[in-house]
């Protein structure tokens, strides 16, 4: 009989606050879905009566540093595989292997998209690319894991593969539970960031068809990386994959004239009705990343053309 438990742990991201954690256990072992964010996770789990030493392996949804956190203390003090989905052990590796160099491409890709020059500085000390980087550099060993692979002791969990959110997101499913671990594919209250992890990848439609997937598995339950669990999985899919509708004609809209990404991003009304001016340098890193992975998009159906001028990509109709 497989016991689940969802513990909630505190992150330091303004916006969310929380993450969630969870325990799958036979009885005689347990499993680990996602770490938090800092190597205490394992006191955390010690001080809400986890048994942490029938823990046999740490399984994480994909590579933000909110999730994987708490993984190299736990691989260190517990001798635990870290599975992690292929592609996002692969960017890992390539930030472990330069991260300064990782981080200049980023810095220099942002420039690229027409984020404003007098911000990159601010944007360097701030990118997330780093905290992954230091979350990420003592994992020991990553073990890469795609569909089709099991967990010993656990035949009854399978994974799909989800690319969208990062290339290697993975969601972990129990059939025989109607129940599925979607880490940040599907959240309950909040549409999951969509950016870009290289140069010309169609990570919306890479998400969405993800989306879908997942939908025809048929799953009810959903156990998500923040906040409430899902009670109706593919109701929520298909409010999520209306969000991007809508959001595409919005920014198709703005494509009426040549334009770069971070010009287009701050025209467009955000969560709460904030506008680019609104946020904080990290903030607009996202919601610029959103906007991109929307405009890659309307290019690959065919909607949109992007031209090269001056050291700036621009899109227009």
């Known amino acids: 009989?497989?016991?689940?438990?969802?513990?909630?742990?505190?992150?330091?991201?303004?916006?969310?606050?929380?993450?969630?954690?969870?325990?799958?256990?036979?009885?005689?072992?347990?499993?680990?879905?996602?770490?938090?964010?800092?190597?205490?996770?394992?006191?955390?789990?010690?001080?809400?009566?986890?048994?942490?030493?029938?823990?046999?392996?740490?399984?994480?949804?994909?590579?933000?540093?909110?999730?994987?956190?708490?993984?190299?203390?736990?691989?260190?003090?517990?001798?635990?595989?870290?599975?992690?989905?292929?592609?996002?052990?692969?960017?890992?590796?390539?930030?472990?292997?330069?991260?300064?160099?990782?981080?200049?491409?980023?810095?220099?890709?942002?420039?690229?998209?027409?984020?404003?020059?007098?911000?990159?500085?601010?944007?360097?000390?701030?990118?997330?690319?780093?905290?992954?980087?230091?979350?990420?550099?003592?994992?020991?060993?990553?073990?890469?894991?795609?569909?089709?692979?099991?967990?010993?002791?656990?035949?009854?969990?399978?994974?799909?593969?989800?690319?969208?959110?990062?290339?290697?997101?993975?969601?972990?499913?129990i059939k025989k539970l109607n129940t599925a671990f979607t880490g940040d594919h599907v959240i309950e209250k909040i549409t999951p960031n969509i950016s870009y992890y290289d140069d010309d990848s169609d990570m919306l439609g890479f998400y969405m068809k993800s989306l879908i997937s997942l939908r025809e598995t048929g799953i009810e339950f959903g156990y998500s990386g923040h906040g409430a669990d899902i009670y109706n999985l593919g109701y929520r899919i298909d409010d999520i994959l209306g969000h991007h509708k809508l959001r595409l004609s919005e920014i198709y809209a703005q494509c009426n004239e040549w334009r770069t990404p971070y010009e287009i991003s701050a025209l467009i009304r955000w969560n709460r009705g904030r506008t680019i001016e609104d946020m904080s340098v990290m903030e607009r890193i996202f919601a610029l990343g959103e906007t991109l992975a929307h405009l890659r998009h309307l290019e690959k159906i065919g909607l949109i053309s992007k031209s090269e001028n001056n050291g700036r990509i621009r899109y227009k109709i």
Not at 62 to 91: S, Y
Not at 125 to 133: A, F, H, R, S
């Open 1 to 173: 009989m497989m016991d689940i438990r969802k513990l909630v742990i505190p992150i330091n991201i303004r916006s969310l606050k929380t993450a969630n954690i969870y325990i799958i256990s036979n009885g005689s072992k347990s499993l680990l879905v996602d770490s938090g964010m800092t190597p205490s996770t394992i006191e955390f789990l010690r001080s809400n009566n986890v048994d942490v030493d029938s823990i046999s392996e740490v399984l994480l949804t994909h590579l933000h540093f909110d999730h994987i956190g708490g993984a190299a203390r736990l691989q260190a003090d517990l001798g635990v595989p870290v599975n992690i989905g292929t592609k996002d052990a692969e960017i890992i590796n390539r930030m472990i292997i330069d991260p300064k160099g990782y981080l200049r491409n980023e810095i220099g890709y942002l420039k690229y998209i027409g984020f404003p020059e007098t911000q990159l500085e601010l944007a360097e000390k701030t990118n997330p690319v780093m905290e992954t980087y230091q979350m990420a550099a003592g994992i020991e060993k990553l073990t890469p894991v795609d569909e089709g692979v099991s967990f010993n002791g656990f035949p009854e969990i399978s994974l799909l593969s989800v690319p969208g959110h990062t290339p290697g997101s993975m969601t972990y499913v």
